[in-house]
């Protein structure tokens, strides 16, 4: 059954046409993908089919009753509420029936004249509350929002980064279900562990329709069931992911070719006619001169621009890079205790982890922007860096696209060739209007762009990168992926896109956490593979350490005094205890009983979980170093 149908679409911004004929379906529970070039329309596309602007021309409809909600790049809130007010207020008719439930549920307690009214009230406002989700909506809040890297419930919109409010926004339309969920670059700001989370959570629990406008190629791959491209005005559909997208087009753009081939030898051969016919025309001849002019009328099929990078590459050592020892602190926090790290010519090293583990302070460390707590960094005799930073915070918005690229620059020197200003900024896909537009106007794919090429017109034997596929098109994405593996650039890049790290990663820096940093060889499914492998012997491992009645009931070794005896054979009991709370705990936390009442004791019961896990963290301490005494008197 469809939920949104445009027809026809027309929408142009002055005299520059965004959308021309643009008509798309969008049926119950479809998964479906949005790609096409930067600028090509596709935000604009996704605000009109969200209601949240209005076309020039033809016609969206919607399903009487459906829900649609839209995931903006640049989210807005209501006032300055917290991450969990933010989250929930997507559950609007939630709220408002738990309000209801709980007003009737203390009139009840008060007593009163009318209590048979008042609990048929009450079980009908229960019924409601079920029919909306159920009790353990509040829990669902919390635990959304814990996927998404939001811990801190408590945290207010106005404290929280661009990154964090996108994550709180997402978080608000996954929870209230709508019947199309319209997301616009979700996996922006998201760790690639995260986005994982949500592929699964799209393909296996969300129950609405998904319209996903993304770069994200892993993303589109598992999750579409169709792609759309938007390109020159118009839409076209295909059945699919993104690898079969790309097939089908490959398809299409042939058969394109050939028909205009067609045409075009038409033309010539009627051309050739008509200029050895003599001036009067018969009935058959006019008609043959009109099928002629209509075949020249047809627009002739443009070639996309794409961009084309390169960089000026410089000679440079064997070494361009080496940590020893290297410590990093913030805020209390130690992000990287003892890496070492060397980076020859030729390695492109990709840096992965959770939001906040400390990419980005590594990168600015090794800018010389942050000072290490220990340990040394390294530049090779003859190491050059160019850098591009996460927020493109280089570009001035008021000067234009060409005054940012060139400045007063006459010519632009890659590889010992020569180049026209305007030539170099073409090979990003910059015409010439473009050029002289104001970076203030332009998207941000558009600024990505604008960025990399200031980046790359300098001289370096280095590419440090933070996160540089954010708002990029596939097109670009591939054009970047391609100069750097073309001409084996050196790179340490900073991304959550694992499509572009495994075609261009020769190695994965991983930030585990508590200053943990391990470098892993070959690119991300190779590490994803590693990883895996690493964290089921450590599990392994430990198991086989943890504790055994048997092994405490062994004579223990004269080193121990007699109380430590009995409290080391006492262990692995209080162990079993502790581990059974845990257990109880977290059968009480996802029983929707629990919430029957607004999720009162659900604080509580939460504190005491956390308590009783740190008792087993503490009692499994005590009993290895216990152990450890023993074992070290034999």
């Not at 991450?83 to 008060?110: D, H, I, K, N, T």
Request: negative net charge; contains cysteine.
């Amino acid at each position: 059954m469809p939920i949104v149908t445009a027809k026809k679409v027309h929408k142009a911004y002055g005299a520059h046409v965004v959308l021309g004929e643009a008509s798309l379906t969008v049926h119950s529970l479809e998964r479906v993908g949005v790609v096409g070039r930067n600028g090509a329309g596709k935000s604009t596309f996704a605000r009109i089919l969200a209601g949240l602007e209005a076309p020039d021309q033809g016609e969206i409809s919607r399903r009487r009753g459906a829900t649609v909600l839209y995931l903006d790049q640049v989210p807005s809130f209501d006032g300055d509420p917290s991450a969990e007010e933010a989250a929930a207020s997507g559950l609007s008719a939630w709220s408002e029936a738990v309000g209801r439930y709980e007003e009737v549920s203390r009139a009840l307690e008060a007593g009163g004249d009318d209590l048979d009214s008042l609990l048929e009230k009450q079980t009908e406002l229960a019924d409601e509350v079920e029919r909306l989700g159920g009790w353990e909506q509040k829990h669902r809040v919390a635990s959304m929002l814990g996927h998404l890297g939001m811990n801190d419930l408590e945290k207010r919109i106005s404290s929280m980064s661009g990154g964090e409010r996108r994550r709180v926004a997402l978080a608000r339309i996954l929870i209230a279900r709508p019947d199309l969920a319209i997301l616009d670059e979700p996996t922006n700001h998201l760790d690639a562990e995260t986005i994982e989370w949500l592929e699964g959570f799209l393909l296996d629990e969300y129950p609405g329709a998904v319209l996903l406008v993304t770069h994200d190629r892993y993303l589109l791959d598992r999750v579409a069931s169709r792609t759309v491209e938007i390109s020159d005005g118009g839409v076209y559909s295909y059945d699919g992911g993104y690898e079969l997208y790309l097939e089908k087009k490959a398809e299409r753009m042939a058969h394109v070719e050939r028909t205009d081939r067609n045409r075009q030898n038409f033309l010539r051969k009627e051309l050739e006619w008509l200029r050895r016919q003599p001036k009067a025309r018969t009935t058959k001849q006019k008609a043959r001169i009109d099928r002629a002019e209509t075949a020249r009328a047809v627009k002739t099929p443009q070639a996309e621009r794409a961009a084309k990078f390169a960089v000026d590459v410089t000679r440079s050592g064997k070494t361009i890079l080496e940590l020893r020892e290297l410590q990093l602190e913030r805020g209390g926090d130690v992000l990287c205790d003892g890496l070492d790290l060397f980076v020859t010519q030729g390695e492109r090293i990709g840096v992965v982890g959770r939001n906040g583990t400390g990419k980005t302070t590594l990168l600015s460390t090794l800018l010389g922007d942050f000072e290490p707590s220990s340990g040394t960094v390294t530049l090779g005799k003859n190491t050059k860096i160019a850098y591009l930073d996460q927020l493109r915070g280089d570009l001035d918005d008021e000067l234009t696209v060409f005054e940012n690229v060139v400045g007063d620059q006459s010519r632009i020197e890659i590889g010992g060739q020569v180049i026209e200003t305007r030539s170099y900024l073409e090979r990003f896909a910059f015409d010439g209007h473009q050029q002289r537009q104001p970076v203030s106007s332009l998207s941000g794919g558009e600024r990505a762009r604008v960025a990399l090429a200031r980046m790359l017109r300098q001289s370096a034997n280095l590419v440090i990168m933070d996160e540089p596929t954010n708002d990029l098109d596939v097109a670009t994405l591939g054009a970047l992926e391609s100069m750097l593996v073309d001409f084996r650039i050196t790179a340490i890049v900073v991304t959550h896109d694992r499509w572009f790290l495994d075609r261009v990663a020769t190695a994965i820096l991983a930030f585990e956490g508590d200053g943990k940093v391990v470098r892993y060889p070959g690119n991300y499914d190779t590490f994803r593979r590693l990883r895996a492998q690493a964290l089921l012997e450590r599990k392994e491992q430990a198991q086989a350490e943890r504790p055994t009645k048997k092994a405490t009931r062994e004579k223990p070794k004269k080193s121990l005094t007699r109380a430590e005896e009995r409290e080391l054979e006492s262990l692995p009991d209080a162990i079993d205890v502790a581990e059974a709370k845990v257990a109880a705990l977290t059968e009480e936390l996802a029983d929707p009983a629990t919430y029957a009442d607004g999720g009162k004791e659900a604080p509580r019961l939460t504190s005491e979980l956390a308590e009783a896990k740190a008792e087993i963290e503490k009692l499994t301490v005590r009993w290895e170093l216990l152990e450890t005494k023993r074992s070290g008197a034999s």
